[in-house]
């Protein structure tokens, strides 16, 4: 577990000393993603490092870096009716705002 641990610190360091290189946003076309993700799940577990390897080779590669420098800014939003349904509710009902959040303020 130490080596997988240290392994992975390795990972993220690296991404980050290296992120003024890569591209702030992918560019990989539907077809690549498809043929990438479009697999049937395995039947049974494998070694974590192989999972560890997939993901660094064919996610990370493939994702956008909303932290990139030259990334200005990303608006998350739903891309369906139901999709804004419940990011509407997730938002009006923030069981995470705090006693000095802007509700607390408008209600005195």
Request: charged share 20%; hydrophobic share 40%; no cysteine.
């Amino acid at each position: 577990m130490k080596s997988y641990g240290y392994k992975i610190v390795d990972l993220i360091v690296s991404y980050y000393e290296h992120i003024e290189s890569k591209k702030p946003v992918s560019a990989a076309s539907r077809k690549e993603m498809d043929t990438i993700f479009l697999q049937e799940a395995p039947e049974k577990g494998m070694p974590s490092d192989n999972v560890l390897d997939f993901a660094m080779e064919n996610v990370m590669p493939n994702s956008n870096i909303s932290i990139h420098p030259k990334a200005f800014s990303f608006a998350p939003g739903p891309s369906n009716f139901i999709g804004t349904m419940a990011y509407s509710l997730a938002t009006g009902f923030n069981i995470f705002l705090e006693d000095g959040s802007f509700l607390r303020l408008l209600q005195n």
